[in-house]
């Protein structure tokens, strides 16, 4: 699985935390690791990676590989503000190219929260906001607020997967994801893209 990610530090800390708590079956690759800041927009990461998912398609068949064990290409990215139009675009072009996204309204650290509390209210796009409501102790990491450690994780899985499916169902079916505010489905990543339900 081949992953790009906004943040240049949380959504990598993450996975590698993740990573650190259970064994993941996927071999994850940060795509775009190595990309400046300047090039993490959501509109960088779907061009890149919807290249990468055509690449790796016609790999994968070259080597007929089965449908179950297909490479799999995501782009990890959130709403932050940004123009509501735009990200609907490139929501539809990275499905249509068989890209996945993991979405966060306002942002990641929305996800983060969730494995500690429920979530009330919106954010308006602003995830200062969001990472305010972190418990303190998530400020005092070696890095900062942005460093993850697998303590702020461990057993929080089940919980914020529940907590992030009851604030989708507040949004209903159909509606379009920037205009879903609080959202994420950061847990279908884990789920689908690692390949794992629990840590």
Same mark, same amino acid.
């Not at 590698?16 to 259970?22: G, I, N």
């Not at 990461?45 to 919807?50: E, G």
């Given at each position: 699985?081949?992953?790009?990610?906004?943040?240049?530090?949380?959504?990598?800390?993450?996975?590698?935390?993740?990573?650190?708590?259970?064994? !993941?079956?996927?071999?994850?690759?940060?795509?775009?690791?190595?990309?400046?800041?300047?090039?993490?927009?959501? /509109?960088?990461?779907?061009?890149?990676?919807?290249?990468?998912?055509?690449? *790796?398609?016609?790999?994968?068949?070259?080597?007929? +590989?089965?449908?179950e064990m297909r490479t799999q290409v995501?782009? !990890?990215?959130?709403?932050?503000?940004?123009?509501?139009?735009?990200?609907?675009?490139?929501?539809?072009?990275?499905?249509?190219? #068989?890209?996945?996204?993991?979405?966060?309204? =306002?942002?990641?650290?929305?996800?983060?929260?969730?494995?500690?509390?429920?979530? &009330?209210?919106?954010?308006?796009? !602003?995830?200062?906001?969001?990472?305010?409501?972190? =418990?303190?102790?998530?400020?005092?990491?070696?890095?900062?607020? *942005?460093h993850l450690v697998p303590e702020q994780?461990?057993?929080?899985? !089940?919980?914020?997967?529940?907590?992030?499916?009851?604030?989708?169902a507040l949004h209903g079916e159909g509606? =379009?994801?920037?205009?879903?505010? =609080?959202? &994420?489905?950061?847990?279908?990543? +884990?789920?689908? #893209?690692?390949?794992?339900? /629990?840590?």
């Open positions: 699985m081949y992953v790009f990610t906004e943040g240049r530090v949380t959504e990598r800390k993450y996975i590698l935390t993740v990573k650190e708590l259970v064994a !993941v079956p996927a071999d994850i690759h940060i795509a775009n690791e190595k990309a400046s800041d300047s090039d993490r927009t959501p /509109a960088d990461l779907v061009r890149d990676a919807l290249s990468l998912k055509a690449e *790796k398609r016609h790999e994968d068949r070259k080597a007929q +590989v089965g449908e995501w782009c !990890v990215f959130d709403h932050d503000g940004r123009n509501r139009n735009e990200l609907v675009s490139l929501m539809k072009k990275a499905q249509a190219g #068989g890209v996945e996204i993991a979405f966060s309204h =306002p942002c990641f650290e929305l996800w983060r929260l969730l494995h500690v509390k429920e979530v &009330t209210g919106t954010f308006g796009g !602003v995830c200062d906001q969001a990472a305010r409501r972190l =418990p303190q102790d998530f400020y005092g990491v070696a890095g900062g607020i *942005k994780l461990r057993g929080g899985f !089940v919980a914020a997967r529940r907590r992030a499916e009851s604030l989708r509606k =379009p994801l920037p205009d879903c505010d =609080p959202y &994420t489905d950061v847990d279908r990543f +884990v789920e689908k #893209g690692m390949g794992i339900t /629990a840590y």
